[in-house]
């Protein structure tokens, strides 16, 4: 019997810091942890460079804002990363860096290269969910990103959920192309929903129509309704599933957020933590393999999965293939192209 195509795959349960340095570094860490573990790819929650600004109100509502809740978004958007790319998200050109450059210096402030220096160094794919400006505008993406390779892709969140609108800008439908890798002479067709876009089943069906054989699910979701959604992708998709989410504990929230101004804040829990994780790892036959984690802010997962587990899945379920019934029903998507990539 040939030996099992199996990869040991990792989420880290970690929360944002209070700056933009201090979370590059415990993302290294972080890495480098996964790296002693013999891990080979590595999730990050959503949102975890940048941030996840919860229980921020931005002192806003319907009609009406207020010059606190601008200053509060002064701050968020400091704190948000810049990777180099253009408001309209300039695909394979951002990936292979051939985008006008600056007079001095390289495209966005350092964080992509930083991030390239640790997967480089660590030997881990790196899957990690950032807040992005991109001119004037905020975005909730995800990067790829190959210890080889640096960069593969970036992907921006088409519909950020509820308040969310107020402080990101919807992504672009293209992003949502798979990437391809081989590690360990394994090939990965890998893609990210983030957060509720999980809950859009088109969204869903756009990915599993690429063929994607590993599925990433950054959340910033930490209500026990999270897991059964996860068993259900990896059942309906017969993919792997790899959920990250924060933890996070009230005193842990930024200083703009509780800071100052009573009003600039609204606790939305009254126990001590405002996200209790719920990380986990699920098998393409909906079999939880780790997790749920929970109120554990330093929290980190892995499992070993032999990734031919997917194609034995697809004997009697191929929801982008034999079971689709492409003769009756057809799904596009502006700009995406839903071909399994090359």
């Excluded at 930024?254 to 994780?277: K, N, Q, Y």
Aim: glycine residues 10%; proline residues 6%; aromatic residues 8%.
């Amino acid at each position: 019997m040939p030996r099992p195509q199996t990869l040991r795959l990792a989420v880290s349960q970690s929360y944002t810091l209070s700056t933009p340095t201090l979370t590059l570094a415990a993302l290294e860490a972080t890495a480098k942890r996964a790296c002693s573990s013999s891990c080979d790819l590595l999730l990050f929650p959503e949102a975890y460079l940048g941030g996840y600004p919860r229980t921020a109100t931005f002192s806003s509502a319907v009609g009406s804002r207020e010059d606190a809740g601008r200053e509060q978004f002064l701050q968020y958007f400091k704190d948000a990363v810049d990777l180099g790319d253009t408001p309209e998200g300039a695909g394979n050109k951002w990936v292979d860096r051939e985008l006008e450059l600056p007079r001095e210096g390289v495209r966005g402030d350092g964080t992509r290269e930083e991030m390239e220096r640790v997967a480089k160094e660590t030997r881990v794919f790196l899957v990690v969910g950032v807040v992005e400006k991109a001119g004037g505008t905020l975005y909730c993406s995800v990067v790829y990103v190959c210890p080889r390779l640096g960069c593969v892709g970036k992907r921006r969140k088409v519909m950020p959920t509820g308040t969310e609108r107020l402080i990101w800008g919807q992504g672009q439908p293209s992003s949502l192309r798979a990437v391809t890798t081989t590690i360990r002479g394994i090939r990965l067709t890998l893609a990210a929903a983030i957060c509720w876009e999980n809950y859009m089943p088109l969204l869903r069906q756009s990915l599993y129509s690429q063929n994607v054989n590993l599925y990433l699910a950054p959340t910033a979701d930490a209500r026990d309704t999270w897991l059964p959604l996860m068993r259900t992708v990896a059942c309906e998709g017969r993919c792997v599933v790899l959920s990250a989410n924060q933890c996070m504990s009230r005193e842990n929230l930024p200083s703009w957020i509780t800071g100052g101004d009573a009003g600039l804040a609204r606790e939305m829990v009254t126990e001590d933590f405002v996200s209790r994780g719920g990380s986990c790892i699920v098998s393409p036959l909906g079999q939880v393999l780790a997790g749920p984690l929970w109120e554990e802010e330093d929290g980190f997962l892995w499992a070993d999965v032999d990734m031919e587990d997917c194609l034995r899945g697809r004997l009697d379920l191929d929801v982008g293939g034999h079971y689709s019934r492409s003769d009756s029903f057809h799904l596009s998507v502006e700009g995406l192209d839903l071909s399994p990539p090359p």
